[in-house]
């Protein structure tokens, strides 16, 4: 089965910080891999997608994220983090039946 | 344009009772997710739907849950004989079509509690 990890479970940055939220995945032939973030008491936000192409790819609010199958990751990151950035990030890959598979999360927090 | 709704946003009930948790996909989006969420992990894969038919449901936990799609648009996941351990922000998610590289849209949730 297809599985993500995010190894760590937040990460703290100060705001103009270029931020990274890491993500490795683990997937039986080509990855599709997806960044969500969550605010409170809300739902998922699409933030990026990795089907094919190019290895940087470029999503909302001004993250990209950067695939590299050689070491099966698939990090998120901003060149210089908002403190309204902070919030949930979760990184999923899609597995059999078009279903995503979720990581455990990382809690972002952007520092002024 | 309006994004995926779901109802109610919170619902409290007592072990035992019978409820439903509804869910309005974007419109025109033809597959529809269901997916949930406990506190401090991440979303779990209920039930996939492309159009009515119930396309995946190898994630519902138990014969106690069960969710429809009749009309191809509005989804209801019903769960029988709730108990404690169903406690969890129920998450509905639609996508234009099923194909693995479409993007899924999610609702804010309904956050359901069982007394």
């Known amino acids: 089965a297809q599985s993500v990890a995010q190894p760590e479970d937040q990460v703290n940055v100060a705001e103009g910080n270029p931020l990274t939220v890491k993500c490795t995945y683990s997937?039986?032939?080509?990855?599709?891999l997806f960044w969500y973030v969550q605010y409170p008491n809300r739902g998922l936000q699409f933030l990026l997608k990795?089907?094919?192409?190019?290895?940087l790819v470029k999503g909302s609010y001004g993250f990209e994220a950067e695939f590299n199958k050689s070491q099966t990751s698939f990090h998120l990151k901003k060149p210089s983090a908002l403190v309204s950035d902070s919030a949930l990030y979760f990184c999923a890959v899609r597995d059999r039946g078009n279903k995503l598979v979720f990581g455990a999360g990382t809690i972002l927090r952007v520092k002024s | 344009g309006a994004g995926v709704s779901q109802t109610p946003s919170n619902k409290v009930t007592e072990k035992g009772k019978y409820v439903e948790l509804r869910c309005d996909p974007i419109s025109g989006h033809t597959a529809l997710y269901w997916y949930r969420q406990s506190l401090g992990q991440g979303p779990e894969f209920l039930i996939y739907f492309q159009g009515t038919g119930a396309a995946d449901d190898s994630g519902l936990p138990n014969d106690r849950f069960f969710a429809v799609r009749p009309e191809g648009s509005v989804s209801t996941l019903k769960i029988q004989r709730t108990e404690r351990g169903d406690s969890a922000v129920y998450l509905c998610?639609?996508?234009?079509?099923?194909?693995?590289?479409?993007?899924?849209?999610f609702g804010p949730g309904t956050r359901l509690t069982v007394t």
């Open positions: 998610a639609s996508s234009l079509f099923g194909g693995m590289s479409y993007e899924q849209y």
């Open positions: 990795y089907i094919t192409g190019d290895n």
């Open positions: 997937v039986s032939g080509n990855p599709y």
